[in-house]
């Protein structure tokens, strides 16, 4: 197997893996169940990138810029 068939090659239980690790922590998640609601029509659900109003978060940019 080469390099470029096996992209975790770099990372497979060496040293280097483990020190490059070393700072982060295991992550958990929690996703809500998300409870029923009447959608958005079609078209406008498209335009806001969702079809439920719960979930639509619009974004307004921020961060660094460079």
Same mark, same amino acid.
């Given at each position: ?15 280097? !893996? ?6 982060? #922590? #295991?992550?958990?998640?929690? #996703? ?6 009447t959608p958005y029509e079609v078209l406008g659900g498209?335009n806001r990138g969702t079809l439920f109003p719960s979930?639509?978060?619009? $974004? $307004?940019?921020?961060?660094? !810029?460079?």
């Open positions: 197997m080469t390099e470029i068939d096996n992209l975790y090659s770099e990372y497979s239980d060496s040293y280097e !893996r483990k020190s490059k690790c070393s700072n982060m #922590v #295991v992550g958990m998640a929690y #996703v809500p169940e998300q409870e029923w609601e498209l979930l639509d978060k619009p $974004f $307004f940019g921020g961060g660094k !810029r460079l």
